[in-house]
């Protein structure tokens, strides 16, 4: 299966701290996007990293990608207790017709 | 407002009687797709459709069926629901899957099959 695995399953800080969670895939991908779900409700789209790129930045958020080792990270600065939430790596085909999503790290930023 | 609405939020139902999960979007989007999450999971893609007349099958389709008659509507139909399909549904929709575009959701629909 294509299907994404994030790092950790689970993830506790503090207001302020940075989060970093990983996503690692199995084949080649077109393009690696990170969506947030809030507590069982739909999920948003937060940024989208091609194939041919290596880093990208939108606000507080940060993402790499390494095609050579076949993962992804998410990096959150200066984290907010609106933060919390679940997060996904979503891997999309050549082909852009499938979406691959992995289990999700769980973030909780405490106040 | 743009929006993917899906009908019913919730619903508690048993084997075998038929039902019907509605997905609408008014962004004229051309892709859509249904998911399924369950705890541990993730989620997991059961149908998709590329434009009207156009579905494929993802990586669970069994037991669902889907149609695409129109671009707005894109409804997930189980014809003999079975527990095992008791799980958190979505609906999602992109402009096009050219270049990968990112997908919006509706909020969801709980199904509990008894």
């Known amino acids: 299966s294509q299907q994404g695995e994030e790092d950790p399953q689970a993830l506790s800080i503090q207001e302020g701290e940075n989060a970093t969670m990983n996503c690692s895939y199995k084949?080649?991908?077109?393009?690696l996007q990170w969506y947030r779900q809030n507590s069982g409700r739909g999920l948003v789209h937060l940024i989208l990293i091609r194939s041919n790129e290596r880093e990208k930045h939108s606000g507080r958020l940060r993402v790499t990608l390494d095609t050579s080792k076949k993962s992804s990270s998410l990096l959150i600065t200066a984290s907010r207790a609106a933060d919390t939430a679940s997060y996904f790596c979503?891997?999309?085909?050549?082909?852009?017709?499938?979406?691959?999503f992995g289990s999700g790290t769980k973030l909780n930023v405490k106040p | 407002e743009a929006q993917v609405t899906q009908n019913p939020r919730y619903l508690i139902t048993v084997t075998g009687k038929k039902l019907t999960v509605t997905c609408s979007q008014n962004?004229?989007?051309?892709?859509m797709s249904w998911y399924r999450q369950d705890p541990g999971l993730g989620l997991r893609q059961i149908y998709y459709?590329?434009?009207?007349?156009?579905?494929d099958k993802g990586d669970v389709p069994e037991g669902y069926k889907v149609s695409r008659k129109e671009k707005r509507n894109f409804p997930l139909i189980l014809e003999s629901p079975s527990p095992n399909q008791t799980s958190l549904y979505f609906c999602?929709?992109?402009?096009?899957?050219?270049?990968?575009?990112?997908?919006?959701f509706g909020d969801g629909t709980r199904l509990s099959i008894l």
């Open positions: 999602a929709s992109s402009l096009f899957q050219g270049s990968g575009q990112p997908q919006h």
């Open positions: 459709s590329m434009n009207v007349e156009v579905t």
């Open positions: 979503a891997t999309v085909t050549y082909n852009f017709n499938k979406f691959y």
């Open positions: 962004m004229n989007h051309e892709y």
């Open positions: 084949t080649s991908i077109n393009n």
